[in-house]
């Protein structure tokens, strides 16, 4: 009886650790300090990302001892040398990307832009020229 009110449950613990992603998808393998598999990949709400294998990222763990684990996000690639305070710049594989800055002026490169549905220029539809 006395051992047993000693005991206590272990308490919730918060912990980050730098991996690499051994295997790619929506749910990842990461080596830390061993592999871990079928981890879930959580990201900014409205972002969708999976990993692709030799990524470095960051691993959240918590829970009780620290079994829970996720996958939180990656180390970026280097910014922009213009990138400015609040500024938003996404990229991609293959060069793509979109920059979002201060001027209020969006940049957006890539091989192909493909873009579906109504288009307006300075909030007029825009009409192609048939020249």
């Known amino acids: ?6 005991m206590k449950p272990a308490g919730a613990t918060a912990d980050a650790d730098l991996g690499v992603t051994t295997i790619a998808g929506e749910r990842v393998g990461v080596i830390t300090r061993g592999e871990v598999r079928d981890l879930p990949v959580y990201g900014p ?3 969708l990302w999976t990993p692709d294998s030799g990524t470095a990222v960051l691993v959240i763990k918590g829970g009780p001892g620290g079994e829970e684990q996720c996958v939180a996000g990656a180390r970026p690639a280097k910014a922009p040398v213009s990138l400015r305070p609040g500024e938003v710049y996404l990229y991609g594989p293959g060069g793509n990307s979109i920059y979002l800055r201060q001027d209020g002026s969006v940049e957006i490169q890539g091989g192909k832009v493909s873009i579906s549905g109504e288009l307006a220029v300075n909030g007029k539809p825009y009409q192609p020229c048939e020249c």
């Open 45 to 47: 709400g409205g972002y």
């Open 1 to 6: 009886m006395w051992l047993s009110k000693q």
